[in-house]
């Protein structure tokens, strides 16, 4: 009995231990049950970031937003809230600033009006900054392509991997500015109506890395445009051809011959110092050779002072021109008759007659022309037109062939006539037939033991010589009658000027001035060129040949002169 007792008390104390140790417990269960069940607000789904510059994009799905009305960002020991209003999209999106360039993690949650917050989220993101955009590399001018048109070259987009434009800006020869983009795919881009050596300014804009939403704008490169694509036209080759439609332009003692191209576009008082009309001269124009063949690109007109009479000033003029006058001359001063007589309306343009006394305009891309025709349509008086000076430029200039059938052998004594083995220079000579035909006769031939040598041309014309071409015999048949070593010699009026031998001293001595002096391949060419400094014009040339190949004598078959410059002879 005493057993059992002992085990009864201990059984109760052991329930009264365990009772007493679970009491706690019971009593947080029973106070959570009392205050509900826990509710957590709706979140965004889905977090992504976007980098920014010296910012975050935090990017979110809204299908699982509920009714909550805010986000809060944390992230070291910054906080921001972010309210949620207005229509809700399918996406979220928080743009965190004012962060400096390197990686973070955030904590997001939501919360509603009740004030329940929804489960924390992390997420990760960088941004970049001053360091990222110095590190990056502007789309690179290559150059300019300077032609027909005018282009400016880009290099390939991979050396920029996050340009994605670049602006530019240049001077145009308005006195603006012309803008433009380009695009990551674009090469090269058209400029248009460019100021040469004006300014072409560069701005890249880059995206702020891979996964970035902002444009960040690199610094400004400053860069200068080319050369024009055409040279000042040397205005003493410049000649009033006088065709029968023309308008002389020597009303009132005008002088155009003198004054319309000597370099001198001043304003003198005096009517002579240049080109007038007349009266009642509307429309009228007149022809000017210049010299060369080349592609207008821009005229400067000078005026009379408009401060002291602008009404013969023009207010619109046009330029034509043609490579050839033969056949061009026109009955009268209609537009319609020089485009069927083959004249090129080059540029047609209004000018400040009425303001300017100098007036300076470009002219597009053309064709190769050696004659122009200045056309004037409307002046401020509506009468007459005055000019003081006229000045072209062009692009790709080139010197005109000689017309060998003005071109002679003079024949001075000292001169080797060039008959040796029935060689027939006068007749084969200037023929145009560079070609070696077999013969000794159908060309020049000096004879053996004749080196040094020379003979004297009538050009016909004054010409600065530009260039001269020689037909030689062909090397394949026998080269050693081919020159090595030519010179070219110039004058202008033989009287006196006739030497005893082919000495050089003694060419100086009688007023011969040397115009080319060098070594030619008649070894091995039949056919070879070769050019002439720019120098004065002449009409007479002397060709010696100081060298051949064999040393004994020289043969040519036909000679080529390109001058610019070409006057005919007073």
Same mark, same amino acid.
């Given at each position: ?268 008082? $005096? !009517?002579?110092? *240049?080109?007038?009309? =007349?009266? %009642?001269?509307?429309?009228?124009? &007149?022809?000017? #050779? ?123 004594? $000292? !001169?080797?006539? *060039?008959?040796?083995? =029935?060689? %027939?220079?006068?007749?084969?000579? &200037?023929?145009? #037939? ?137």
């Amino acid at each position: 009995m005493r057993t059992k007792l002992i085990k009864l008390g201990s059984l109760v104390f052991l329930l009264g231990l365990t009772l007493m140790a679970c009491g706690g417990d019971m009593e947080s269960i029973h106070e959570e049950y009392l205050q509900g069940e826990k509710i957590y607000a709706g979140k965004l789904d889905s977090l992504r970031t976007e980098i920014g510059y010296k910012r975050i994009k935090i990017i979110g799905d809204t299908r699982f937003l509920g009714n909550s009305k805010e986000v809060t960002v944390q992230w070291e020991d910054q906080s921001r809230v972010f309210k949620i209003e207005g229509d809700l999209k399918e996406e979220f999106e928080i743009i965190v600033d004012g962060l400096a360039e390197h990686s973070y993690e955030f904590k997001v949650f939501t919360k509603d009006p009740l004030g329940n917050k929804s489960v924390d989220q992390i997420i990760k993101g960088s941004t970049v900054g001053d360091l990222f955009r110095s590190s990056q590399i502007p789309r690179r001018l290559t150059g300019f392509d300077v032609a027909e048109e005018t282009y400016a070259n880009w290099a390939s987009k991979a050396e920029s991997e996050f340009v994605i434009f670049t602006q530019i800006a240049y001077d145009n020869n308005a006195g603006g500015i012309t803008k433009d983009t380009v695009y990551p795919d674009d090469s090269s881009i058209l400029l248009t109506d460019w100021k040469p050596l004006g300014k072409f300014e560069i701005i890249s804009a880059v995206s702020s890395g891979l996964m970035g939403f902002d444009t960040i704008y690199l610094d400004k490169i400053e860069k200068t445009l080319p050369e024009p694509p055409y040279d000042q036209l040397e205005s003493s080759y410049f000649s009033m051809v006088g065709m029968p439609s023309d308008n002389p332009g020597t009303s009132y003692g005008g002088n155009p011959k003198q004054y319309l191209f000597d370099g001198d576009g001043s304003w003198s008082g $005096s !009517d002579s110092h *240049g080109y007038h009309s =007349g009266e %009642n001269a509307i429309p009228h124009h &007149f022809t000017v #050779d210049l010299g060369v063949t080349t592609r207008v690109r821009k005229a400067r007109l000078d005026l009379r002072d408009p401060n002291n009479y602008a009404g013969n000033n023009p207010t619109h003029v046009e330029i034509w021109g043609i490579d050839d006058i033969t056949g061009a001359e026109t009955a009268s001063s209609d537009a319609a008759e020089f485009e069927a007589k083959g004249w090129q309306l080059l540029h047609s343009t209004p000018v400040d007659g009425q303001n300017q006394q100098s007036v300076e305009f470009n002219i597009p891309f053309g064709p190769m022309v050696r004659y122009i025709r200045y056309r004037v349509t409307s002046t401020v008086g509506g009468s007459g037109a005055q000019l003081t000076e006229l000045t072209f430029w062009g692009q790709d200039t080139q010197a005109l062939e000689l017309d060998k059938s003005s071109i002679i052998m003079v024949g001075m004594p $000292s !001169d080797n006539p *060039g008959t040796s083995y =029935g060689g %027939n220079p006068v007749q084969y000579l &200037f023929d145009g #037939d560079e070609s070696w035909s077999g013969s000794d006769s159908q060309g020049y031939h000096s004879g053996e033991n004749s080196i040094p040598h020379h003979f004297t041309l009538d050009l016909g014309v004054t010409a600065e010589i530009r260039k001269c071409r020689l037909g030689l015999r062909d090397p394949n048949n026998y080269a050693g009658n081919n020159p090595t070593m030519v010179e070219l010699w110039g004058i202008n009026d033989i009287s006196g000027a006739e030497t005893a031998s082919s000495d050089a001293a003694e060419f100086e001595a009688k007023g011969w001035q040397l115009m080319y002096r060098g070594a030619i391949d008649g070894e091995n060419n039949q056919i070879v060129e070769f050019d002439v400094a720019s120098g004065p014009s002449f009409r007479y040339v002397r060709y010696r040949v100081t060298g051949t190949v064999a040393g004994s004598g020289a043969q040519l078959t036909e000679m080529t002169f390109f001058g610019v410059g070409i006057k005919p002879l007073p």
